[in-house]
């Protein structure tokens, strides 16, 4: 008897429905900061692509260079 009234009484759903509140918000604000961690990871993996890229074009720009020195080299071109 006393048992159902206190299941069923007013102040037992509010402390529920808090804790339940509480839980919620904590749980979004662990959500928001693993979110915002994974952005800053995603910024620097695309910075880190956007350099390998930046990098393989001066690899060919020097072996460019380089194929042209080697054909002035051979050809005494001047």
Known sequence: MFQSKLFNSI????????IAFFIL???AS???R???ELDKISDSIINT???SIEL???ISHIKDAETGHRGYIITNDS
Do not use: C, D, M, S
């Open 11 to 18: 102040g037992f759903i509010r402390a529920v429905f808090l």
């Open 25 to 27: 918000i904590f749980l």
């Open 30 to 32: 662990i959500t928001y």
């Open 34 to 36: 693993h979110i915002k």
């Open 49 to 51: 692509y956007e350099i």
């Open 56 to 58: 393989g074009q001066l």
